[in-house]
Nanobody, 124 residues
Framework: QVQLVESGGGSVQPGGSLRLSCAASGRTFSSYTMGWFRQVPGKERMFVAAISGSSESTYYARSVKGRFTISRDNAKNTVALQMGSLKPEDTAVYYC?????????????????WGQGTQVTVSS
């Protein structure tokens, strides 16, 4: 019912910035809570940020709070993750995800739809 496609990944130096975008299909996009997750080889997929359907609420992992900003444009069916002050430990494949459930849960299992992921590499 919902298709998600991430873009904007790439390589950046520590302290730099990068903006990820996720384009979604679906005529009821604004009804979905959207989230960003990240994963590195050998580790579990981890929550990064979430935003409610009409942007009333946002939630961030402690590790990125103050550095990353999640936003959405319901007219364009997109959600973005603006990443600043990037650190090597931010290196991961980043995924956007969607759920019709209310709330800003951080559990992978609460999200029903996932994009393919986009690689972010932070190195000097």
């Amino acid at each position: 019912q919902v298709q998600l496609v991430e873009s904007g990944g790439g390589s950046v130096q520590p302290g730099g910035s990068l903006r990820l975008s996720c384009a979604a299909s679906g005529r009821t996009f604004s009804s979905y809570t959207m989230g960003w997750f990240r994963q590195v080889p050998g580790k579990e997929r981890m929550f990064v940020a979430a935003i409610s359907g009409s942007s009333e609420s946002t939630y961030y992992a402690r590790s990125v709070k103050g550095r990353f900003t999640i936003s959405r444009d319901n007219a364009k069916n997109t959600v973005a993750l603006q990443m600043g002050s990037l650190k090597p430990e931010d290196t991961a494949v980043y995924y956007c995800a969607a759920t019709f459930d209310d709330g800003l849960g951080s559990l992978v299992g609460r999200y029903d739809y996932w994009g393919q992921g986009t690689q972010v590499t932070v190195s000097s």
